[in-house]
């Protein structure tokens, strides 16, 4: 089916006919124009405009007011959600506008919207919480979306992310569902809501069993006033019918006293099945596009029942009539939080791994929530987290050689905390950087060869399945991504797996080891890691424990210190704590882990402090928009920060490698290297206050391939020993 259609043009007007008219869509800036004439008159649609689609019933908020059905499966993947879209596309569909449950909460949401952007001429919308989403999320997703729509609820964190999506220029509206609690803060609201870049607002009419959400008569009457002032465009919900005194655009989706559920739209659910919106009490089972197009054809009578829900407006006939002739402008999306996420833990025994991998297998159901079983046995190890809202199992575990590996393909952020404090607790040392992966990740591994011909041989055989190669004596280096037969992209179920059977046939009878890089490593970083091997490294046992979480910052220090104070020596620093010379590195993970923090174990003396600076925009005053932030020069926060290094290390010594316009807005980068981090974390840090700065910093070890390197050498004395 895809196969037919031609590129997509999101770029371009579309043309979709209604019945007795023509609409011209144009998916990149939501500009629709109708028109309608004598020669419209036979004109008739052939597929609903626009699919709400609810991706999943799961969300990490818990409103009473939702109107999501919470029994309700979660029965979608990427795969099969591509595909109906893609049919719907074909078909003709216009905009898809995803639901839930969080759309940020499924499990390779990026991942399908950046297929959807390049098989189909779809306008891609989404309604969030917003909880889930971040500056790193929305660079990835830049170009991708139409419209996001954005929750609001109180104390939800929707400030964060309206922040976020004015940094990113990602266009950005408001949901706010009105009750009689909310009618005095709503002016103040729509005023902040334009100074903070919304470009609309929608209002929404509850649809349910409590009458106390229901807007009383007065509270609609002020309304079509507040909406008449509204310094930001307001969409009132169609549910309100013509109960509110205020210009529409339509008397309904056609003039014709209809909201359109069902004919101009159609709701899809988490447990896949067609109804006429998210109200409806109708509904019919799908597997297809196909099957979503045979209900919306032959089920229309059903799919345009009014809602039994009280708050319907819907008519129970439309008072007929086709619009009136003429041609209407407007601009508007449809409205209805990657990177990987894997883990690698270094075990003393490769007997030590395997028990690992054998105590999980139990109960183990890939990329779902945790089993009964698995929640036992993190009781029971003491690797649970108790204020986390939910864990999920990885797509993909495996075990090679001492290396316990696991990983799950794009969330919004750690799937399995508590399997990482489970490795930890069972001896194991989990290597950092696996939280939250960008880009491509590449397995590492060496092949001992038997001698210098043997190894040519087998380096050969390894760029010939798409592996960079290094020769270091006998041992083949190896970094294996994407080879030419890779099933990754489409398959990432399996991508671990396929690259150790790839390795492992690479290696037939030979020694060899394998672990994960976080990376795409190439030839030149390869060959530099190999040169290295030569100077023996030098060590120092640290830890880092970082509170970034989708909460407020006031309470992601508060846990931070909380952290700290349980442990000796620990340093905290807004919202990382340090731990420096090490001994018991397993007792400092599980605490951190107990705390909800996200564990780094480092070796190296020196490491390297990454992060950014910027500064938020301005407090707004009343009835005017916010100004724009003052300006961040990098050659001013060089100067400045590196005094500051200087005034708080002394005679130690550092390098400020980069200190440079950061990727998002008005944002400047930074990278300190030093033998002591403790201070120079102080030192950006005092400098960020000083300034009235937000500060992000992380710490990581220097050359970590070379690092992987040295570990998988190890590896493979202790197999030849055995």
């Given amino acids: 089916m895809i196969a037919d259609m031609r590129p997509p043009a999101i770029g371009e007007f579309r043309a979709f006919p209604l019945d007795g008219a023509m609409l011209y869509f144009h998916g990149a800036t939501g500009t629709s124009v109708r028109v309608q004439n004598e020669a419209t008159r036979t004109f008739t649609r052939k597929a609903p405009r626009v699919v709400m689609f609810g991706i999943t019933n799961v969300c990490n908020l818990s409103c009473h007011f939702c109107s999501r059905d919470t029994s309700r499966a979660s029965a979608w993947t990427v795969e099969s959600a591509a595909e109906v879209l893609e049919g719907l596309a074909h078909a003709g569909t216009l905009e898809v506008a995803f639901g839930g449950g969080e759309p940020f909460a499924f499990r390779g949401f990026e991942r399908l919207l950046s297929r959807l952007r390049t098989t189909t001429e779809l306008a891609l919308n989404v309604t969030t919480n917003g909880t889930l989403l971040s500056d790193q999320v929305l660079a990835r997703l830049s170009g991708t979306l139409g419209q996001v729509r954005v929750s609001i609820y109180e104390d939800a964190g929707w400030r964060r992310a309206a922040g976020a999506l004015l940094r990113a220029g990602q266009t950005w509206g408001a949901n706010v569902l009105l009750h009689d609690g909310v009618m005095a803060e709503l002016p103040a609201l729509l005023v902040e809501l334009a100074a903070l870049g919304a470009r609309d607002v929608s209002l929404l009419s509850y649809v349910g069993p409590d009458p106390s959400m229901m807007l009383s008569a007065q509270s609609e009457e002020t309304l079509a006033a507040i909406v008449r002032a509204s310094p930001l465009p307001c969409r009132v919900s169609v549910c309100f019918g013509a109960r509110l005194g205020v210009h529409r655009l339509f008397d309904g989706m056609d003039d014709a006293g209809d909201c359109g559920a069902g004919l101009d739209f159609l709701s899809i659910t988490p447990d896949k099945r067609v109804q006429g919106c998210s109200f409806h009490d109708v509904s019919f089972p799908i597997e297809s596009a196909e099957d979503a197009m045979r209900a919306w054809r032959t ?226 970083a390869l060959t530099e890691a190999s040169k290295g091997l030569a100077t023996p490294p030098r060590e120092r046992s640290r830890m880092t424990l970082s509170f970034w979480e989708y909460e407020q910052e006031a309470r992601s220090i508060e846990r931070a210190r909380a952290a700290a104070a349980e442990i000796e020596g620990a340093v905290h620093v807004n919202k990382v704590v340090l731990v420096e010379n090490i001994v018991r590195k397993k007792r400092v993970a599980l605490r951190g882990y107990r705390h909800g923090a996200i564990v780094v174990s480092l070796d190296g003396e020196t490491v390297a402090l990454t992060g950014q600076l910027w500064r938020e925009p301005p407090p707004r005053t009343k009835g005017r928009k916010a100004p724009d932030p ?37 944002r400047v980068s930074i990278r300190v290297e030093t033998s002591s981090p403790a201070d120079a974390l102080t030192a950006i840090t005092s400098y960020a206050v000083q300034e009235g700065l937000e500060v992000w910093v992380e710490i990581s070890d220097l050359r970590p391939i070379e690092r992987g390197i040295r570990r998988l050498l190890a590896d493979l004395d202790a197999l030849t020993r055995r």
């Fill in 630 to 666: 003052e300006p961040l020069v990098a050659s001013m926060v060089e100067g400045g920060l590196r005094d500051r290094l200087r005034l708080e290390l002394g005679s130690k010594t550092f390098e400020l490698t980069q200190c440079q316009p950061g990727p998002w807005g008005q």
């Fill in 299 to 524: 089920r229309r009578d059903s799919l345009r029942l009014a809602s039994s829900r009280p708050g319907c407006a819907r008519a129970a006939e439309r008072t007929g009539g086709g619009g009136r002739d003429g041609i209407r402008i407007w601009q508007s999306f449809s409205g209805n939080n990657s990177g990987e996420c894997i883990l690698v833990s270094k075990f003393e025994s490769v007997e030590d791994a395997q028990k690992l991998l054998a105590d999980l297998l139990p109960g183990y159901v890939p990329g779902a929530p945790y089993s009964e079983p698995w929640k036992e046995l993190f009781q029971r190890e003491h690797a649970d987290i108790p204020q986390r809202f939910a864990g999920w199992a990885p797509q993909e575990m495996l075990v090679e050689g001492r290396t316990f590996m696991a990983r799950t393909d794009y969330t919004a952020e750690d799937d399995f905390a508590e399997l990482r404090a489970l490795s930890w607790a069972r001896g194991g040392e989990e290597l950092a950087g696996g939280v939250h992966v960008h880009g491509k990740t590449s397995a590492l591994a060496i092949v001992r060869a038997r001698d210098a011909t043997d190894a040519a041989r087998v380096a050969q055989n390894a760029e010939g399945v798409g592996c960079i190669v290094a020769l270091h004596g006998v041992n083949v280096l190896v970094a294996l991504s994407e080879g030419p037969d890779d099933p990754a992209p489409n398959a990432p179920e399996n991508a671990l797996a396929w690259r150790r059977d790839t390795l492992r046939s690479l290696a037939e009878d030979r020694p060899w080891s394998m672990e994960l890089a976080f990376e795409d490593v190439d030839a030149s």
